[in-house]
Nanobody, 123 residues
């Protein structure tokens, strides 16, 4: 079991930056790959980015590639999502999730989830 809790959401303007944090814990939690997902109102939850347990390999969804950066600090058991050049289309509830396998993009491949944090991009 990996427990996680997200922090850092808020209301920002287009073009602004925001960094989300996700504290994770549990037996062997540092050995899990971590992913960020988001869900906009009326839409399905979608994958955004993932990172392997060491932090040396990452993947990004096309619309955020070059704007978002995922990273992790296993000594603190935190995974981050730095979001630059935010757009209204990035508005969603953002979730972190953990998986024993790196590189997966389906919600069904991540057994453990946080409660989510709201990010709203609006002028």
């Amino acid at each position: 079991l990996v427990e996680s809790e997200e922090y850092g959401g808020g209301l920002v303007q287009p073009g602004d930056s925001l960094t989300l944090a996700c504290e994770f814990s549990g037996p062997g939690a540092v050995n899990y790959a971590m992913g960020w997902f988001r869900q906009a109102p009326g839409q399905e939850r979608e994958w955004v980015a993932n990172i392997n347990w060491r932090g040396g390999s990452t993947n990004y969804e096309d619309s955020v590639n070059g704007r978002f950066t995922i990273s992790r600090d296993n000594t603190k058991q935190i995974v981050y999502l730095k979001m630059d050049d935010l757009r209204p289309a990035d508005t969603a509830v953002y979730y972190c999730a953990s998986s024993p396998t790196f590189g997966l993009k389906s919600v069904h491949d991540y057994p453990y989830w946080g409660q989510g944090t709201q990010v709203t991009v609006s002028s």
